[in-house]
């Protein structure tokens, strides 16, 4: 029963911004036949950047309200397949534009595993949207992307309660003129209640060089910091806020999520 009650716990910040508010998985894959379908709202604002020095600079006021909806689904207890699209507004002082976001359709698979531990590969293909406003490295690209990566996780216990630790490193392959990108994210959540779970999370991107056009080099950190509260019948709710904690030639959001998820 705690096992499984990692497992489930693992998946709640598959909803959570990794850059330009992409979904991420846990490095736990689902049993086979279970299915979670999460709808979620993230609101960023961008009032400040980072120069090409990491210091902060002033910019035109940016906005950004985006609507996900991403699904999981176990087609065996090794192999999990994601999907997750989303709707998204982009306004800055003098323009406002409502466009699609990238379509992301994902596998991971479960190398091997242990009691309290888990490794997995994912490989995700992220068909473009709209035109992505390419000012920023945030703000995402109108091309085509690819994603491979390793991701470990372990679960395990604090004063009595459940804890995990989820490591995820790959790299992001990108069409036309923006360059590829190193990704790392770090997650560590924790209940301290059964039906409350508390998220850490920190998502580091640095592009590989400069792409072409408006891209240049750029790195970026954000911070996120969630709260997920089960319900009965398998609902779930959770809020929480994220903050760019450092970058260069990037936006510094400061914003939050608000999501409902049901597991069956």
């Known amino acids: 029963m705690a096992r499984r009650s990692m ?22 894959t689902r049993p086979k036949g279970d299915t979670e ?45 994601r999907a997750q699209g989303s709707v998204r507004q982009l306004r800055t002082r003098n323009a406002r ?18 009691d309290t531990w888990v490794l997995s590969s994912e490989s995700a293909v992220r068909l473009p949207g709209g035109d992505g406003d390419p000012g920023a490295a945030q703000r995402g690209s109108p091309d085509a992307e690819y994603d491979a990566r390793f991701l470990l996780g372990k679960s395990g216990k604090l004063a009595g309660r ?16 923006a360059p590829d990108e190193r990704r790392l994210d770090v997650t560590l959540g924790g209940r301290p209640t059964r039906r409350l779970m508390l998220l850490a999370q920190a998502f580091d991107v640095s592009s590989s060089g400069a792409g072409q056009g408006a891209f240049e080099a750029y790195r970026y950190r954000n911070l996120q910091l969630t709260a997920v509260y089960d319900l009965p019948a398998g609902w ?11 970058g260069r030639n990037a936006l510094r959001e400061r914003g939050a999520v608000l999501a409902v998820w049901r597991r069956f």
């Open 7 to 28: 497992m489930r716990a693992s998946m709640a910040f598959a909803v959570l911004l990794g850059a330009g508010g992409q979904a991420q998985a846990a490095a736990w």
């Open 37 to 81: 379908v999460i709808v979620s709202l993230h609101r960023q604002d961008s009032t400040h950047g980072f120069d090409l020095g990491g210091e902060a600079i002033d910019i035109v006021d940016y906005r950004k309200t985006e609507l996900q909806a991403f699904a999981e689904y176990g087609l065996s207890d090794r192999l999990t397949v």
């Open 97 to 114: 534009d409502t466009e699609p976001g990238h379509l992301e359709l994902a596998a991971r698979y479960r190398i091997k595993s242990g």
């Open 162 to 177: 459940p804890v995990f630790l989820d490591l995820q490193a790959g790299i992001r392959r990108r069409e036309g003129d």
């Open 236 to 246: 779930s709710v959770q809020a929480g806020a994220m903050g760019t904690a450092s």
